[in-house]
């Protein structure tokens, strides 16, 4: 069974200290580093942090903060254990984070991938991104998924 969590405060950080995660053949656990860039993240406007767990480890990461597009939620990095994917994780994850954009009364929500990753380019169409024109990175493709405004 897979539980969903979020990060809200740094020392919330240190207890990924002990857990780990698997990409491919790699096994890593969550260094210092790497936590002190998920603080930036948290001290981002609107920062967010999502995390999806079985019994284990990390099988699932989102994050994201309102930064470089005002009014847009930039999705930064999302991560789906390949063991793990086809089974809901990246799309749940992505939905919460739509939900929370919406909260925060965002335009909708902007992100980037690499040209070779295209699980998540098939997990962005599928779920309704579409690829827009960013001339500030050639190194991959930019997806916008724009909210329905609501009218009064």
């Given at each position: 069974m897979i539980e969903y969590f979020q990060i809200r405060e740094k020392e919330e950080l240190q207890e990924l200290k002990g857990l780990t995660a698997k990409y491919n053949d790699l096994n890593f656990s969550f260094p210092s580093?790497?936590?002190s860039k998920m603080e930036d993240i948290l001290n981002s406007k609107n920062?967010?942090?999502l995390f999806a767990k079985d019994d284990k480890q990390i099988v699932g990461y989102i994050s994201g903060a309102e930064t470089i597009h005002p009014g847009y939620f930039t999705m930064y990095?999302?991560?789906v254990d390949p063991?793990?994917?086809g089974k809901g994780i990246g799309s749940e994850l992505t939905q919460r984070i739509f939900e929370y954009a919406?909260?925060?009364n965002l335009k909708g929500v902007i992100t980037q991938t690499e040209f070779e990753?295209?699980?998540a380019q098939r997990l962005y169409e599928k779920i309704g991104f579409v690829k827009i024109d960013?001339?500030?990175w050639t190194d991959g493709i930019t997806y916008e998924l724009k909210f329905a405004q609501n009218k009064k």
């Open positions: 580093k790497y936590i920062g967010y942090q990095e999302l991560f063991v793990a994917q919406k909260k925060k990753n295209i699980p960013n001339p500030e």
